[in-house]
């Protein structure tokens, strides 16, 4: 797949993006829910040996393909790193997957309800080598805790000024301005963030497009605009510490949104599974999520 065969497939295709990104400070509890237990690695590298062995057999599992799976989010070491002995992103663009990135540092301490991105003065040359490695298309997080509107218009103006930085190294950006599920004003902060996001996409120069990654609303069909925007290439949407069921049964009543779940995709698979459990238990949950994306409640 060339970048042009990947936007259309984004763009346009039936299924979801995988998220496979957990990076340090998540992946102790990542490998927990995959039933290895914290002090069975002795270092970091050992740790992300055991992470990256678990991505490994996720993205080699015969269920794992483009039929359904139309892209996954890579953590930097994951995109460094060798699959079957090719790179990881080329072994996804060889089943039909395409690569994204994740490219920020982590957050920034609360602040007017909310938590920025860390600055990341190395960005460019990141962008620079996941490009060369034939990433398509890279994803950023903030988090968004209260209604405050002065919070969510600085986190939603950082991210669309680091998807511009994206955008000019000719890769696609998935800004995440996540509401956090369990804010005690999660519907107005909803309104908030669809209202600031509106005002930044009608600012965009030039005619490139970028992708949302968002909470799933409280209401059902409020992010019908940015679906229907001329700048999105894609709204997806994160499971936000919904079990599976919950966040499929949330992601069906929003037409137009696909999932780009982690913990919900994942969470049933254990270390210690045979590759044919493993391979099912896989396939179950990929089943359900692309029926969640592709097949919208009345």
Known sequence: MQFQDMKAKIEGGNGFIAALDQSGGSTPKALKGYGIEEGA?????????????MRSRVI???????EKVLGAILFERTMDGEVAGKSVPQALIERGVVPFIKIDKGLEDEQ???????????????????????VFGTKERSVINLANREGIAAVVKQQFEVGSQVLAAGLVPIIEPEVNIKSPERAEADQILLEEILKNLDALPGDDKVMLKLSLPTKPGLFDPLVDHPRVLRVVALSGGF????????????????????????NDLRHQMSDDEFN??????????????TKKAA
Not at 41 to 53: K, P, R, S, Y
Not at 112 to 134: E, Y
Not at 282 to 293: F, N, R
């Open 280 to 293: 099912a238990s896989l396939g179950q949950a990929i089943d359900e999520i692309h029926g969640a994306s």
């Open 60 to 66: 080699t599992s015969p269920a794992f393909t483009g």
């Open 243 to 266: 079990s599976r069921t919950e966040a499929c049964a949330e992601l069906a009543k929003n037409r137009g949104i696909i999932a780009s779940f982690s913990r919900a995709l994942l």
């Open 41 to 53: 690695w002795a270092n970091d590298e050992e740790m992300f040996g055991l992470i990256h062995g």
């Open 112 to 134: 007017n309800g909310v938590q920025l991105m860390k600055p990341n003065p190395d960005l460019n040359v990141l962008l620079q080598r996941a490009k060369a490695l034939g």
